[in-house]
């Protein structure tokens, strides 16, 4: 996706900017590429700096008041101090890290409802900041990723939707700020038990660290209660193990010692 507008912060006739994602598809733990146009306006500017930054829309729990927010968590400086003359123009080439938990976007080669990730471009000139439009970025899944998450959908899980919360989950090593929830529907043999199941993975360039969540169906004098799982991989051990008996065995059991599951 390429964005462009006149950068209103510096004024009529100031720079502009067009950044070219030479493929806007990714990985966690991969990098995106492409080049940072700067055009010159009408009179010479001294560019402080150009810089990316990824940025993804956040669910906020504060007390009662929950919000959405656009996050950036990671960001990269493109090129330092330069001068733009009239009409003059500046190109960057960049390579941008993509961080290993960086959540996805893209699942079984559909969008996964609920997820925004894009690339922001940055431009300050006489202290004057414009975070100008956002390129459009697809995250897909990492190969020991979608070994994990292809075992939901042989169990009959269907995708509901997917969000990002911002903390951290207890007893698990985090870099970002937040951590994605990718919701499914129960399967049917779950799902007189439970409403849906819920999977985060927090990936680090060895391994993934695997949380599911099981929101059960409360009964009538009953409340509804969650139970979590969690198990940690390697890269190369998920790439070739097929999850769909563990993960089974693991929900059956969970349901079983609460007694919801005969």
């Known amino acids: 996706m390429v964005f462009k ?17 030479t493929n806007p598809n990714c990985r966690p733990g991969g990098q995106l590429e492409g080049v940072i146009h700067v055009a010159g306006g009408d009179h010479p500017v001294d560019v402080s700096y150009v810089a990316l930054g990824l940025v993804t829309r956040v669910e906020v729990e504060s007390g009662d008041n929950d919000y959405e927010t656009t996050q950036e968590f990671h960001r990269q400086a493109a090129t330092g101090a330069f001068r733009l003359d009239p009409g003059q123009r500046h190109d960057v080439p960049f390579r941008f890290a993509v961080p290993w938990e960086t959540p996805l976007t893209e699942l079984y080669g559909q969008h996964l409802h ?5 690339l922001r471009t940055e ?5 004057a900041v414009d975070k100008g439009d956002l390129d459009a970025v697809a995250v897909h899944p990492l190969p020991s990723q979608q070994k994990i998450l292809e075992a939901f959908l042989r169990l009959g899980f269907r995708f509901a939707r997917a969000d990002v919360e911002r903390g951290h989950i207890y007893g698990v090593r985090q870099s970002l700020p937040f951590y994605q929830e ?23 360039p060895q391994q993934i660290q695997v949380v599911l969540e099981l929101d059960k169906r409360g009964g009538l004098f009953t409340e509804g209660r969650d139970a979590f799982g969690r198990f940690t991989v390697d890269h190369a051990t998920a790439e070739r193990t097929d999850f769909t008996p563990q993960l089974d065995g693991w929900i059956r059991q969970s349901l079983q010692r609460r007694g919801l599951f005969s």
């Open 123 to 127: 431009l300050e000139v006489a202290r």
């Open 182 to 204: 990718i919701e499914f529907y129960a399967a049917p043999q779950y799902a007189g038990a439970i409403n849906q199941l819920e999977v985060t993975l927090v990936t680090d």
């Open 114 to 118: 609920g997820m925004t990730m894009g």
């Open 5 to 21: 507008r006149l950068m209103q912060a510096m004024g009529v006739g100031g720079p502009s900017v067009e950044t070219v994602l």
